[in-house]
């Protein structure tokens, strides 16, 4: 414990009304810049189950699969909102696994950091093999195994490099995902609207094919279940905040950039792509390579598989850093074993780096020997996590909220808009989502 509590001196950790803060310090620790913050959250937002994973939504919803992703952009758009209020006012490590412990009681904590650290720990795992999956498409005769050992390998040594290393990958990897989906929305606009070089189809597939909900209203609901896990992973910004050189300007223009793109690149890029595509077509499968081929862009499918292997890396890059920080933030009130608190000179904590990348080996290896048992349940359950998580930090909100208000309103610089009101609108949709999931039989073991 006095060890623990020497680390969190020099981290530069000060309590103020039982409420860790920390403080940006001119160490190697701090060194996640503007840039990379921003880019970060909205790396974490378009994953790889945007490009490849919507094509179940579509196939289940029709055209109105845009109103699943749209409904559940609007819950995490409510809960990126809660969480940048409170990380601009305690930037800490852990994040919401803290603010939850803070708020809601050690075991609330416990529960909230350990779930957090499980979903990404399988994410690396899933990531790995479809990165190698994507890979093989160039280099077939390379088995998959090798390849998912060579990205774990290869990401897990850039996290231990520095936390610059994580920054700059996610800068890159993120900045190219971006790019991609605003030229896929202008290509496509044009397209729709009869402006391209060959004649489009306008808006006649939203409607020309069963209707805008084909299969009824209750696909369109399930939808929003599944689309749920695709947008997890633009919280790891307030995890980051720890390590940025400006915590809470860093996080309060990073979690306004997520919530002013995040309905325009998911819900912008799905009415596009149904639009283009009809959606009960059987290329609908692969549905950005083939709205480009539609498009008659050339080497549809090279550009695509390339845009898609650098989401994968960059999901696979972001699940090594956020869940070795996740596991560094528990050794801090006892949630994990000491001994994963040790950080190297250039201010990593090697230990829960390496822990992670761990498991993250042992479940790939379980997807090769047991993928019809272990392997699957791991792969149905992380997205249920990810709604336990989030569902937490509504709740961790309502109350730290309250308590900032009376001890200290000044550091509420971002504020939750119309609260107490749409906090209580996004504990609903999630409750909603866990009740509808025990009425949907491919969501029953999950849950």
Same mark, same amino acid.
């Given at each position: 414990?006095?060890?623990?509590?020497?680390?969190?001196?020099?981290?530069? $950790?000060?309590?103020?009304?039982?409420?860790?803060?920390?403080?940006?310090?001119?160490? *190697?620790?701090?060194?996640?810049?503007?840039r990379?913050?921003?880019?970060i959250?909205l790396?974490?937002?378009?994953g790889?189950?945007?490009?490849?994973?919507?094509?179940?939504?579509?196939? +289940?919803?029709?055209?109105?699969?845009?109103?699943?992703?749209? !409904?559940?952009? *609007?819950?995490?758009? =409510?809960?990126?909102?809660?969480? /940048?209020?409170?990380?601009?006012?305690?930037?800490t490590?852990?994040?919401?696994y803290?603010?939850?412990?803070?708020?809601?009681?050690?075991?609330?904590?416990?529960?909230?950091?350990?779930?957090?650290?499980?979903?990404?720990?399988?994410? $690396?795992?899933?990531?790995?093999?479809?990165?190698?999956? !994507?890979?093989r498409?160039?280099?077939?005769?390379?088995?998959?195994?090798l390849?998912?050992?060579?990205?774990?390998?290869? !990401?897990?040594? +850039?996290?231990?490099?520095?936390?610059?290393?994580?920054?700059?990958?996610?800068?890159w990897?993120?900045?190219?995902?971006?790019?991609?989906?605003?030229?896929?929305? $202008?290509?496509?606009?044009?397209?729709?609207?009869?402006?391209?070089?060959?004649?489009?189809?306008?808006?006649?597939? =939203?409607?020309?094919?069963?209707?805008?909900?084909?299969?009824?209203?209750?696909?369109?609901?399930?939808?929003?279940?599944?689309?749920?896990?695709?947008?997890?992973?633009a919280?790891?910004v307030?995890?980051?905040?720890?390590?940025?050189?400006?915590?809470?300007?860093?996080?309060?223009?990073?979690?306004?950039?997520?919530?002013?793109?995040?309905? *325009?690149?998911?819900?912008?890029?799905?009415v596009? $792509?149904v639009?283009?595509?009809?959606?009960?077509?059987?290329?609908?499968?692969?549905?950005?390579? +083939?709205?480009?081929?539609?498009?008659?862009?050339?080497?549809a499918?090279?550009?695509?598989?390339?845009i898609? =292997?650098?989401a994968?890396?960059?999901?696979?890059?972001?699940?090594?850093?956020?869940?070795?920080?996740? =596991?560094?933030?528990?050794?801090?009130?006892g949630?994990?074993?000491?001994l994963?608190?040790?950080?190297?000179?250039?201010?990593?904590?090697?230990?829960?780096?390496?822990?992670?990348? /761990?498991?993250?080996?042992?479940?790939?290896?379980?997807?090769y020997?047991?993928?019809?048992?272990?392997?699957?349940?791991?792969?149905?359950?992380?997205?249920?996590v990810?709604?336990?998580?989030?569902?937490?930090?509504?709740? +961790?909100?309502?109350?730290?909220?309250?308590?900032?208000?009376?001890?200290?309103?000044?550091? !509420?610089?971002?504020?939750?808009?119309?609260?107490?009101?749409?906090?209580?609108?996004?504990i609903?949709?999630?409750?909603?989502? *866990?009740?509808a999931?025990?009425?949907?039989?491919?969501q029953?073991?999950?849950?």
């Amino acid at each position: 414990m006095i060890v623990m509590q020497a680390r969190a001196a020099q981290m530069g $950790v000060a309590l103020i009304h039982d409420v860790p803060v920390l403080e940006a310090q001119p160490d *190697l620790r701090h060194t996640l810049k503007q840039r990379h913050m921003t880019m970060i959250a909205l790396g974490g937002v378009i994953g790889a189950g945007l490009f490849v994973g919507s094509r179940v939504v579509i196939q +289940s919803a029709g055209p109105a699969a845009s109103i699943s992703f749209l !409904l559940t952009g *609007l819950l995490v758009i =409510l809960v990126m909102r809660m969480l /940048g209020e409170l990380a601009t006012a305690m930037p800490t490590i852990g994040s919401f696994y803290e603010y939850a412990r803070i708020a809601l009681g050690d075991m609330a904590g416990f529960l909230t950091g350990w779930m957090y650290w499980y979903f990404w720990v399988i994410v $690396v795992a899933l990531e790995a093999i479809a990165g190698a999956d !994507l890979i093989r498409f160039w280099l077939p005769e390379v088995p998959q195994w090798l390849l998912a050992l060579t990205l774990m390998l290869a !990401l897990t040594v +850039s996290n231990l490099f520095s936390v610059r290393s994580y920054g700059e990958f996610e800068f890159w990897f993120a900045s190219i995902k971006v790019a991609a989906i605003v030229v896929f929305l $202008v290509l496509g606009g044009l397209f729709v609207a009869g402006m391209w070089f060959t004649p489009g189809p306008g808006l006649a597939n =939203l409607t020309g094919h069963g209707g805008f909900a084909p299969n009824g209203i209750l696909p369109v609901l399930t939808g929003a279940v599944a689309a749920t896990g695709f947008y997890f992973g633009a919280e790891i910004v307030t995890i980051a905040a720890a390590e940025a050189d400006e915590p809470a300007r860093a996080v309060a223009k990073a979690t306004n950039s997520v919530i002013s793109r995040v309905l *325009l690149f998911y819900v912008g890029s799905i009415v596009l $792509v149904v639009a283009i595509i009809p959606w009960n077509s059987a290329t609908i499968v692969t549905p950005y390579v +083939s709205a480009l081929s539609a498009m008659k862009i050339p080497a549809a499918a090279q550009i695509m598989n390339a845009i898609i =292997l650098t989401a994968v890396l960059s999901a696979l890059n972001s699940g090594l850093y956020a869940s070795s920080r996740m =596991l560094f933030a528990l050794t801090r009130n006892g949630h994990a074993p000491a001994l994963l608190a040790r950080v190297s000179g250039n201010g990593v904590p090697v230990a829960a780096t390496l822990a992670g990348s /761990g498991f993250g080996f042992v479940a790939v290896f379980m997807s090769y020997v047991s993928p019809d048992t272990v392997f699957a349940f791991l792969v149905n359950s992380y997205g249920t996590v990810a709604l336990f998580v989030y569902l937490l930090v509504a709740f +961790s909100q309502l109350r730290l909220r309250r308590r900032l208000e009376a001890e200290n309103p000044e550091r !509420l610089v971002v504020r939750m808009w119309l609260f107490p009101w749409l906090t209580y609108v996004a504990i609903a949709g999630m409750l909603a989502i *866990l009740a509808a999931m025990a009425f949907i039989p491919d969501q029953q073991l999950p849950l």
